[in-house]
Structure formats: C-alpha cells, structure tokens
C-alpha cells in the first residue's frame, strides 16, 4: 500500500496548522506555502476536504485563514488519511466478502485483514497533538532507528475474570496448593477487586 500524494501533503498542511494552534490567530495558507513548498492553490484543494470532515475550520476577513476545528489531542492521523482517500482497503475480498466465493476459507485474505488491522491501529493511534511534540518525535526516531516498535503508543489489552480474579487462585494451585471451592464470600471479593482502579482504558 501507498498514500497518495493528497493524503501525505493534506497531512503536511494539517501538522502545519496544528504546530501554530499555540499563536491564538489562524494560519494562512501562504505561511503553510512558503514551509511547505507547495502552492497555494494546491492548498486550498487539500484544505476543501479537511474542512468537510472537520479537521479544519476556515476563518473569513483580511486576516483570516485556518485554525484546527477540534483539540489537535482529538484529530487523528487516520481521520486526516480518510478524509483524503477514504477507508482504507487493501483487497476488495478484505472489504466485501460477498464479492469473492473463497473468502471464507481463504487463508490469503486473513493476511489483508490483519494488515488493515495493523495499519489503522498505527494511523489511529496517532495524533496531530503527537506530530508536533517534538518529545513524542524524538522518541519515535530514536525507536525506530533502533529497530524497535514505539513502546509509548497504545497498546489493545483484554481484560477478563480469569486475569482479575483468579490470579492468586493460579498461583496457589501452582505451588501445589488444592482448588479452593467457591462460596458467596468469594463473589463478595470479586465485586470489591472489580470496583477498584485500574487505570484508564482508551478506545
């Protein structure tokens, strides 16, 4: 898969309005030009999209211009790709099943599936808010020219009883403790164990 051309400079022109949000006025297309290298009018085709899905909200008047039109925290780089190209398809079995006899059984299509999987959790997970915190890219560089995976990005977690409460149950049992029998003191346990903090859950 590649972006397109629209979708990486729509990207560009989106970072560059988020990088000035701190400025307290709007961006005008001929700075993001000049930074960019890219013509104004080109701009201004890659702004009517962005606009259209909320990404950026145009200012009218002699000064006016571009400003981000949610917190940049809550604009992702998946929103900013979509608004460009649409979803994103790899096959057309991955997306529409019913259009390919095999497709449910066919061993080649899981592939394209997790690929989609694995490329919208990296556009997803990222934010304009991330682009443009020069701590967050300095990290990421660091990581990535050391061969490693970001180990800052969110990462999917699976929570269960199995893991909350009976994990002392398993210790036990391991070190070859009996099965411990279950009664409504237990239940009144678990309700206390789930009722506790563990964090916050991002979705």
Known sequence: MKLSSRARHALRLAVEVS???????PVQLSEVARTTNMS????????????SHL???SISGRKGGFVLARPAEQITI??????????IVLTDCADQPEGCMAAEFC???LISLLLRQRILAVLDGCTLADLTDRNWVRATREELERGE???????PVAIGYDRVIEDSSYAH???????????????????RVLAS????LYV
């Open 55 to 57: 990404i950026l909200r």
């Open 19 to 25: 990088r000035r949000r701190g400025e307290d006025r």
């Open 173 to 191: 049992e391991a070190a070859g403790g009996t099965k411990r029998k279950e009664d409504f003191g237990a239940v009144l346990r678990a309700t």
């Open 149 to 155: 995976p970001p180990a800052h990005g969110p990462v």
């Open 107 to 109: 061993e080649c299509r």
């Open 40 to 51: 104004r009018k080109f701009l201004e085709q890659l702004a009517a999209p962005l606009r």
């Open 197 to 200: 903090r563990y964090g916050r």
């Open 78 to 87: 998946g929103q900013v790709v979509a608004a460009m190209i649409g979803p």
